[in-house]
């Protein structure tokens, strides 16, 4: 889903939990609610408040949550003894107008022991051919 999507989502729920809440307070007949209707009104709207808060924080984390990592790319890779390992995200030798920038970021992580070679690229390691991504 999309970010703008999932922010929707989020305030909708929200916004919704707060009617739900404040109308499942006022229905309630429970013996230590207040029986005067503008008491009942203060401690429905307070409950209700507090449920559209926790629902909205959980609903706020999952939306903002599932968009920072969006796009990015994460290699990790342990080589030992004679091992080769290229780890390649996007172009090594773009071409022109080419975008070699990631919008969630690269990160590469490696392990080398022995006489292991590794090859990190943020881009295309020219092997696909002109034109080709990856």
């Known amino acids: ?6 922010w ?19 229905a309630a007949s429970f ?8 008491d009942r009104w203060v401690v429905a709207t307070a409950f209700a408040t507090t449920m559209a808060a926790l629902v909205g924080a959980a609903a706020g984390w999952w939306a903002g949550a599932g968009t ?10 342990t080589a030992s ?9 996007g172009h090594r030798r773009p071409g022109p107008g ?6 969630g970021g690269l990160a590469q992580h490696v392990r080398a022991a022995g006489r292991a ?8 390691d020219g092997t696909a051919g002109p034109g080709r991504d990856r």
């Open 1 to 6: 889903m999309q970010r703008a999507g999932r």
């Open 8 to 26: 929707v989502v989020a305030v909708c729920a929200g916004a919704g939990s707060f009617v739900v809440c404040l109308w499942a307070a006022r």
């Open 31 to 38: 013996g230590f609610l207040p029986r005067a209707e503008a």
């Open 68 to 77: 920072e990592g969006a796009g990015a790319v994460r290699q990790a890779v």
């Open 81 to 89: 003894d004679d091992a080769r390992v290229t780890q390649v995200a």
């Open 98 to 103: 080419a975008a070699t920038d990631r919008p």
């Open 117 to 124: 070679r590794v090859t990190q690229v943020g881009g295309d």
